[in-house]
């Protein structure tokens, strides 16, 4: 139920968002207009990222106005759902789709509708999800069609679905007949193949959908069965053999028949537990919850007091699961939902909405205040290490909070803006949580599309480097260049790798991403070195995300290998982050990248674990000294402390130094007083397209540049 409301709700909220809106409003005057219509084209195109399959646009005429994706084409079965209105629920041979149809509004208006169906994999996994039950275990969804039912497939039924099926077999009532009624409970019956069942059934919210699990008596009763079978054959020698044998050998038979009915009863109870809790951690599932919260929200309205939705989601659980398999990851679930119950007050419930997500409500609140301590609990119990099949494990969990009523009165819009503030508290670094604001929607839509223009930005030829000159300190010369991307889109014009990166990163495209990077680097740094420019390192700037998840060795290769650029003018940029994790991989890929003669800096030096132990044992060549020190250094005493013994340290192990953000002369003197090798920043120069770079190496320093035919020739 919770699956089709939100699918509904999200429909709703998505047509209502203001980009959809104000293009569906300008569109009911001017209906051609074409930048109206390629804005809604472009929120359409966002739909996938809400989960939608398809998604059209529709004006009061009943004329399309934007589209994407395509909808089903005569799916198996196509039954209506009572509420929310104007919704279907739909079986293709890809599963089950939700189709909803909604309006967009502004104010009491409707401007137009949107059309959308997103798959609804949930149900589809429900429908297989009854093995570890049974053999016989299945699990049916059907709705009501006049006497009779349509049914979508059980496991039994081999993903065919029943059409017209009759609700009583032999005057007898199938258990759905029950759910369809809207009655919920556990009987003994028939199911409708003729077989002797015990099923669980319930109505599906106000859906007009019923849902029933059931299981074959035979299959639930077997082992009592086969004990009543032996029992005559035992019995009879036993009765000649007096009272003795009788208590030596029956009792046992009697007891285990008691224990048989015991584990029949237990069974029941398991099914009925599984209705409303989530199997793994025994904690309340998603139906619990939302039921706590409508009679919490009903009491709150009563009192006048506030409630609270927190969405927790653990982080980085995919690459435990990932590295140390299913056992470790059901391990630690198991372990962070002991820790949220024990982090909450007896009056709060936590439960487990799947995968590695948790929902918690907090009722009874008075101000904000108690909310903050309560996460600040959570965040410092999760953190404390534990052990897990011979390793000691940490995790951290990121949590968005929505607040009854501010945020919305209702389940499912809470649900949906305390997603996006954990969206938010991922995005602010992780380990953290963030309250809803409006602004998030907004920020929403913005992400999304920065991640669908990032898709093509490759194709599309969108992306360009520009360059930062590197500059030693003694001489004068320019050293290096730092390879700096900006995306140049469409609408938005030059944007800077602080609005893209993270996105980036998040989505995976990072890795094709940096490809380009690096294969363009190195292709402009060997047509400069052509040009006679002798000895000028290109610095690229490698993700963390990159360096561990992409073939980074491999692209490196391949950029050198197609440019003819040498492999000591070309220097990664890692941050101190990239080389922590993961160690034993990331020091085959540091080998073989040294191996080949390209150079390591760390980047950010001195804001992240600033572990000396990884300086050696990877090789690095500079460090790179970052920005927030050399800013303040010539006010902050700390941050001058900083950087001296950055560079004393660096002297010792043999790295060369390099400060960035370089923006005063004065910043350049303390720097070379220090002894810094190298800068870099906009006293110098701000990062510049290829061909200002060029015209800037041309004319920095006289008789720095060896043309070919003035003897020296340039190394490539
Ligand atoms: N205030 C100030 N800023 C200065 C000064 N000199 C340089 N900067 C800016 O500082 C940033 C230095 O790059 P970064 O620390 O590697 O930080 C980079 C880097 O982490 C990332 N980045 C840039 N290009 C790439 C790329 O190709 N791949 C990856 N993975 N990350 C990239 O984006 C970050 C930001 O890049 P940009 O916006 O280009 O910002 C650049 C540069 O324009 C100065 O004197 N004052």
Known sequence: MEIIDRGWQDSFNFANQPLPQDAVHALLDTPFDPTWRSRLQRAAKAAPEFGFSALAFISLAGSSLAEDGSFAQSPDLDVPLNAPASSRLLWTKHGFVLHTRVPVRRQDAVLGFMEAERPLPQMDEALHDTTHLGETADFAICAAAGENMHCFPLRSTQGNVLRNYPRNIAGQPLPMSHALAGKSGVVHARDYRGRDVIAAYRPMGDTGLGTVLKIDSAELYQPLAATLWELPAILLPLMTMGFLLLRLQVMPLVRKMAEEIGEREKAEKYIRFLAYHDALTGLPNRLQIQERFDQAADCAQRNGSRLALVFLDLDGFKRINDSLGHSAGDAVLKEAAARLRDSVRNGDTVSRQGGDEFLILLTDLGDDAVITKIMDQILTRQMAPFHCEGIDLSTSVSMGIAVYPDDGRDFETLLKKADMAMYQAKDSGRNTYRF????????????????????????????????????????????????????????????????????????????????????????????????????????????????????????????????????????????????????????????????????????????GYSNLAYLRRFAVDKIKIDQSFVRDMLDDPNDAAIIRAIIQMARTLNLKTIAEGVEHERTLDALRRCQCDEVQGYHISEPLPTDQFTRFLLTWREGWIHTAEGGKRAKC
């Open 436 to 607: 809803h604001n409006p602004q998030m929607s907004l920020d929403v839509i913005e992400h999304l599309q920065i991640y669908h223009g990032l898709r093509r930005a490759i194709d599309r030829d969108e992306f360009v480097l520009y360059y930062q000159p590197q500059i030693d300190l003694a001489s004068g010369r320019i050293t290096g260049a730092e390879a700096l991307l900006r995306w140049q889109e469409p609408e938005r014009g030059l944007v800077t790798p602080g609005r893209f990166i993270a996105i980036a990163e998040e989505s995976g495209l990072i890795t094709p991403i940096g490809e380009w990077v690096l294969e363009e680097a190195c292709r402009q740094a060997a047509a400069w070195c052509q040009m006679g420019v002798s000895n000028l390192v290109v610095a690229v700037n490698i993700s963390a995300v990159q360096f561990l998840r992409g073939n980074l060795d491999d692209s490196v290769v391949r950029a050198l290998e197609r440019s003819g650029l040498a492999a000591d003018l070309l220097e990664l940029e890692l941050t101190e982050s990239a080389l922590i994790h993961n160690t034993e991989n990331t020091l085959g890929v540091v080998r073989r990248l040294k191996s080949l003669g390209v150079k390591l800096s760390i980047d950010d030096f001195g804001t």
